[in-house]
Nanobody, 115 residues
């Protein structure tokens, strides 16, 4: 089993920055892909960014050029550096991890961007 814990959310002004962290525990050696999703009130959950164990990354068009996903495999930790934040980025952000048989989720961390 895998457990994921996010941290780093908070309240920032538009144009500011935050760095989210996700630390995994348990059977992390089998994890192939990790990613960040977000869900705003009344909206569908959407993929923000993903990263493979080899370091390949993928971003939603809405965050390209502003967000950077990275991971430290030795620490079983994934990061999302969020710059130039916009009010539209306000959402609960969730860490996810995928192995060959299951998709795991963290508890979420709230990001609120004021105008």
């Amino acid at each position: 089993q895998v457990q994921l814990v996010e941290s780093g959310g908070g309240l920032v002004q538009a144009g500011g920055s935050l760095r989210l962290s996700c630390t995994g525990s348990g059977s992390m050696f089998s994890i192939n892909v990790m990613g960040w999703y977000r869900q705003a009130p009344g909206k569908q959950r959407e993929l923000v960014a993903g990263i493979t164990s080899g370091g390949s990354t993928n971003y939603a068009d809405s965050v390209k050029g502003r967000f950077t996903i990275s991971r430290d495999n030795a620490k079983h930790t994934m990061y999302l550096q969020m710059n130039s934040l916009k009010p539209e980025d306000t959402a609960a952000y969730y860490c996810s991890a995928l192995d060959d048989r299951a998709l795991y989720w963290g508890q979420g961390t709230q990001v609120t961007v004021s105008s």
